[in-house]
């Protein structure tokens, strides 16, 4: 219980200073208080396992071969200086061959063929055609439709065809037959 009451303090203690004062403090302050408490921390460390460090041999066997692999490295890095002079200091980048994509109009598949068909009379119907435009807010000159004195059946009354033409995209029924 000794051991339990002064950790929840500290605990406590802690979780104020970085909630309260530390979103206060500028970035130079932060950094210069994390230098100091893990300096402090490394030397609390060292201090309390100091024996366990003395105590542990394996890595003296070692140290007979650290000037031989500093030599080593030293040479490595030498010799890689030296061939950068000699190759220049630049990269080859090998050469791409040109790549180039088909467009849509060329497809044979069903699928595309079909995306591109939509793709075209979307562009009709907003007016992004390239040819003629259009101006969107005035009204078209269309005939009216007058109350005509005819009979309510349509015996003997030709019909003429709906005005069905929606821009330079439209296909008439003689160039669907021909598709």
């Keep these: 219980m000794e051991l339990f009451l002064p950790s929840i303090l500290i605990l406590l203690l802690a979780a104020v200073v970085v909630m309260g004062l530390i979103p206060q403090f500028s970035p130079i302050i932060i950094v210069t208080l994390a230098i100091v408490l893990l300096v402090a921390g490394m030397y609390n460390h060292f201090t309390m396992f100091w024996n366990e460090y003395q105590q542990s041999t394996w890595q003296r066997s070692l140290t007979m071969f650290a000037p ?11 010799l890689f ?16 061959p040109e790549m180039s994509i088909p467009s849509a109009e060329t497809a044979t598949n069903a699928l595309t063929s079909g995306i ?21 807010n005035e009204p078209r000159n269309e005939p009216k ?18 005005n069905n033409n929606t821009g330079p995209n439209s296909i008439t029924r003689s160039q669907l037959a021909a598709v």
């Design 81 to 96: 200086a030296i061939g950068a002079f000699f190759t220049g200091g630049s990269v080859p980048v090998p050469v791409l």
């Design 145 to 162: 439709n007058e109350p005509r004195n005819e009979p309510r059946n349509n015996v003997g009354r030709l019909r003429r065809p709906p």
């Design 68 to 78: 031989g692999i500093l030599i080593i490295a030293i040479f490595v890095y030498l």
């Design 116 to 136: 591109n068909d939509t793709m075209n009379a979307a562009k009709g119907m907003f007016g992004f055609n390239e040819g003629k435009k259009e101006p969107k």
